[in-house]
């Protein structure tokens, strides 16, 4: 019987051990990826995604996508709310895309109201634009995202139980 003294166990748990650690380094195992700022290996569903566009000592915008996997999905409506941290920043301006019908709502300190329509659906764009004057560091934990209603163009069928119920996935671009 072999123990754990022999000169090959090292090597064999070297690099689960370093995978572990890699794993318990990083913040969320499930980061988004550069490319579309989702990982690769969701489910089919919808996923709240914030992305911080620009970003200056004073001042950022961020966008709030409704990410569809697959991505072919276009959404018809959608509402819900965002709340940000209002220690962190302040609302100066909320947009919806062109070609949606809608309306934003700041209804409280830190809280978005956001609902828009698009006959013709709405692609891969971001479903809401806020641009905020800074105090302290844009960061995962300064959002959450409710997604209420969400419908598809497809038959306007009703996609809401397709949201993930997780946090929103957060991209920052690259440079800040």
Not at 81 to 102: C, F, Q, S
Not at 108 to 119: E, I, M, N, S, T
Request: hydrophobic share 40%; with cysteine.
């Amino acid at each position: 019987m072999k123990t754990l003294h022999t000169p090959g166990w090292r090597a064999a748990l070297a690099i689960p051990l370093a995978a572990a650690a890699l794993l318990a380094a990083c913040s969320d195992a499930t980061a988004p990826r550069q490319d579309d700022g989702l990982p690769g290996n969701l489910d089919r569903g919808i996923y709240p995604l914030i992305n911080v566009v620009s970003q200056t000592a004073s001042a950022a915008q961020v966008d709030l996508y409704l990410k569809r996997v697959p991505s072919a999905v276009k959404l018809a409506s959608f509402q819900g709310e965002l709340t940000y941290d209002a220690t962190v920043m302040t609302l100066d301006h909320t947009d919806l895309p062109a070609g949606i019908i809608g309306s934003t709502n700041e209804v409280g300190v830190g809280h978005v109201r956001f609902a828009g329509a698009a006959l013709d659906g709405v692609g891969d764009v971001p479903v809401l634009t806020l641009r905020f004057t800074r105090h302290g560091e844009v960061q995962r934990e300064s959002f959450k995202v409710k997604v209420e209603e969400v419908s598809g163009t497809e038959g306007f069928a009703d996609l809401t139980a397709q949201v993930s119920g997780r946090d929103p996935y957060f991209h920052m671009a690259s440079g800040h």
